[in-house]
């Protein structure tokens, strides 16, 4: 965005029919949006001409921002520091040049009898029952 505002020109957009807040620097017209918000329009107008970065982190995510921000944001505020562009490209290496060598010590076998996963990726979204100090034995329970 190439329009900058300052903080009271924000300020001056905190009603019902021009509603403007700012989240991380960035101006948004949240007008046009309110019908729109789950959340309802009264949590957007308490925030209205204001900085409403700390209560949208708290209830939202990068992708509710991407997802919106092109059509809500108008701008940025006039303090909000510039990105440094570097004029010079900086040189990546390649990733085979960081690429440990494999040594003649260690010999082929070893390296493929090693485990392919690290213990707790064999059973999805759980820890094994020994590690959660559960028994499943035969005996009735309660």
């Not at 001409?49 to 059509?71: C, V």
């Not at 010079?88 to 290496?93: D, N, Q």
């Not at 494999?102 to 090693?114: H, L």
Request: net charge positive; charged share 25%.
């Amino acid at each position: 965005m190439s329009k900058t505002f300052s903080q009271s020109d924000v300020a001056s957009h905190n009603k019902a029919d021009s509603l403007w807040i700012v989240v991380d620097g960035d101006v948004y017209d949240l007008t046009k949006f309110q019908d729109d918000h789950p959340g309802g329009k009264k949590i957007l107008q308490r925030v209205a001409g204001k900085d409403a970065s700390k209560q949208f982190w708290k209830y939202h995510n990068d992708s509710i921002l991407k997802k919106y921000q092109k059509q809500l944001q108008i701008g940025s505020l006039d303090s909000k520091p510039k990105p440094a562009t570097d004029p010079t490209p900086v040189a990546v290496p390649k990733k085979e040049a960081s690429k440990p060598k494999p040594s003649a010590a260690i010999p082929a076998a070893a390296e493929q009898s090693e485990a392919l996963e690290p213990f707790g990726q064999q059973i999805p979204f759980a820890d094994p029952s020994w590690y959660q100090s559960v028994s499943f034995s035969s005996s009735p329970c309660c």
